[in-house]
């Protein structure tokens, strides 16, 4: 396990996103000091990751020990393809551009938030994915491609970069606090019809399990390692949600034939994928493990917080 120092300053990539709040107070809550880059107000850094010089100017004088990449596009879930691309683009071009704000700044760090779906969308069946499996495989179509080559280009620019220790953590679904909003606001609507799941599982991860996990990845994650992040039970779309509905008293979902999903046709690739990860590297190597070990722990947790 690599220790490395703790009280880093640290760019935060993201911070006013779902996932990024969480990290940012992870981070601080363990002594890190967190400067917010993004277009927001709020941010330290204010530039876009997509516009090289603006951003480069913007950290001009500054120095940070750890720069994350956890910016994301995606304001709700994608249901059709061309709702990710977007977020294809702050994976290609904007990763590019960070890489280089983060050597500027004499960075030694770069921490990236990746997916489990890089693996590839589809049917992997009963096989455990570790990290030893290929990452990244050509998509079975060009929208899949177009998605999965994103992931393979921030992942290999996160590693690639010269004088830069590049980690990448490879994240489950996210729920959880600010996460599972937009399900709830969805289900009181009776605005979300689903197929049946007959099989089908997922990996999942609580956000602030995830926020632990890149904690532990900025301050003992080895140099040019990938990580899997997620709970021990896969868990169905659709049963994620009814665990959702169930905890909070709101409506179960229609059912719906998987055909009817077809216009949808992101949301429909990832309803009909298979996909079981092993996080047993991150826990051995970051000594990380998740809080709550399924979906259904988490979504109690996160009832009981809102009252």
Partial sequence: MTTIQKNQSILLAGASGVLGRHVARALTDAGHKVTGLGRGRDNGVRADLLDRDALLRAVDGYHFDTVIHAATALRKPPMRHRDMHPTNALRTDGTAHLVEAAQATGARRFVSESMVFGYGYGDHGDHWITEDDPFAPHGSSPELEAHIAAMR?????????????????????????????????????????LPGDHGRVLPWVELTDAARAMVAAVERGRPGQAYNVADRTPMGFRAHVLCVAEEFGLPKPMTVPRWLMRPMGYAHTVMSTTLRVSSAKAERELAWAPAYPDCRAGLTALRAAVG
């Fill in 153 to 193: 280009t921030k992942e290999h620019l996160t590693f690639a970069a010269p004088g830069l220790e590049g980690i990448a953590l490879r994240f489950g679904l996210f729920y959880g606090p600010g996460g599972t909003d937009a399900l709830l606001s969805l289900l009181r609507r009776r605005q979300l019809p």
